[in-house]
């Protein structure tokens, strides 16, 4: 059959549906269309048998109840302007761990390159510690500098410069550059006793003469704490428990009397009263001194005129006790300052004192009351050649 020609209503084109617009970064890029806009179809000729042409994927409009599919927004391109942030290699989606390369250097097995951390000039470096400076090297920059020794070791040591340290203590560098001026003009001054003669306004022969009592004083105490006191100390305090009659030679008289007390530096009597310890020469039993008296040999001029007793144990003739240690035993020639010369064995030693004679008949002699101690060889010697 043949249909009969009607006149053909033509089908409206379907409405496109808006393309959602990204939001643009800065800069924003300029959406690049992805497909053409659809144009409506050609109305069909009534001349024309053929059925109605459709639009090629025409959008179904949703209907109620069916959910439509959205479709996926397009990736928005950035325009020609704009650098496209680099991607690093290595890190893409996909992409797999790129080999390190070895890095340019010497041979095989020479260990790392030279430089700090990564090989890299300026970086941590390994320091080769320097050489400490040598005592010389320190005091010969302090002399030329004019500063103390410790600050010429830290320029030495890498630290602080002897000239910034002139400069931020003015004052303390004035008064090196005194002492130094004082060295120079007297070269056997060490830098102690520089500072000390220009403290104390003193000469340098002044202040080296009270430096040498100084030491000589020292010297003195440290002798007689190495020489033990117990038995001049047990000898004194069995007098004393005893209440022995002593005899007690000072420099000009003797005493008759009986100890009671002994203090560090004087005597107690008990008829006498207190007595100090410098004004005694010789002190022994009233048995034993009466038995020595009349063989003593006397010097005339010191029986006259005693010799005075210095104050300052480093001005007196004997006052180290070690001197008379290495003759224990032996027989030796005291000479007392008010002329007494004893010739007797000598047979302890304390720190202040000697102790001559035998057991049982002690004669106590203190150090500060002798004038010449000859030992035996001396004595010996001298007998020989009166002979």
């Known amino acids: ?226 020489v033990e006191n117990a038995i001049v100390a047990e000898f004194l305090t069995g007098l004393i428990g005893a209440k022995a009659e002593v005899s007690v030679v000072l420099a000009e008289r003797s005493l008759l009397d009986t100890l009671q007390v002994e203090e560090p530096i004087a005597f107690t009597l008990e008829r006498t009263g207190r007595l100090e310890k410098l004004q005694v020469v010789l002190l022994a039993r009233r048995a034993d001194w009466e038995r020595l008296l009349p063989g003593l040999e006397r010097d005339a001029k010191l029986t006259q005129k005693p010799a005075a007793v210095a104050r300052q144990p480093d001005k007196r003739p004997y006052s180290d006790p070690r001197a008379f240690l290495d003759h224990i035993g032996q027989t030796v020639k005291l000479v007392l300052r008010n002329g007494i010369t004893l010739q007797l064995p000598l047979m302890h030693v304390g720190r202040f004192d000697l102790l001559l004679g035998e057991t049982g008949h002690e004669v106590f002699v203190p150090l500060h009351a002798l004038l010449r101690f000859e030992p035996p060889a001396a004595a010996e010697s001298d007998t020989e050649d009166e002979a």
């Open 1 to 226: 059959m043949t249909p009969t020609p009607t006149a053909t209503t033509p089908t409206p084109a379907p409405t496109p549906r808006p393309t959602p617009t990204p939001r643009p970064a800065a800069p924003a890029p300029t959406p690049r269309p992805t497909a053409a806009a659809p144009t409506p179809a050609p109305t069909p000729r009534p001349t024309s048998p053929a059925p109605a042409p459709t639009p090629a994927a025409p959008t179904p409009r949703p209907t109620a109840g069916v959910a439509p599919t959205p479709t996926p927004a397009p990736t928005p391109r950035p325009s020609t302007g704009v650098a496209p942030t680099p991607r690093p290699s290595g890190m893409g989606p996909g992409a797999g761990a790129r080999p390190m390369g070895p890095r340019p250097g010497g041979p095989p097995g020479a260990g790392p390159r030279p430089g700090g951390f990564g090989g890299r000039p300026g970086g941590f470096r390994p320091s080769t510690p320097r050489p400490p400076p040598t005592p010389e090297q320190i005091q010969a920059l302090a002399v030329r500098e004019h500063v103390p020794a410790r600050i010429a070791k830290g320029e030495l040591e890498g630290k602080m410069k002897c000239r910034i340290w002139r400069k931020l203590h003015a004052e303390e560098a004035k008064r090196f550059d005194q002492v130094y001026e004082l060295m120079g003009q007297t070269p056997s001054l060490s830098l102690g006793d520089a500072f000390g003669v220009l403290q104390s306004g003193m000469t340098v022969a002044e202040f080296m003469a009270r430096k040498e009592r100084t030491q000589r004083k020292a010297a003195i105490k440290q002798a007689r704490g190495e």
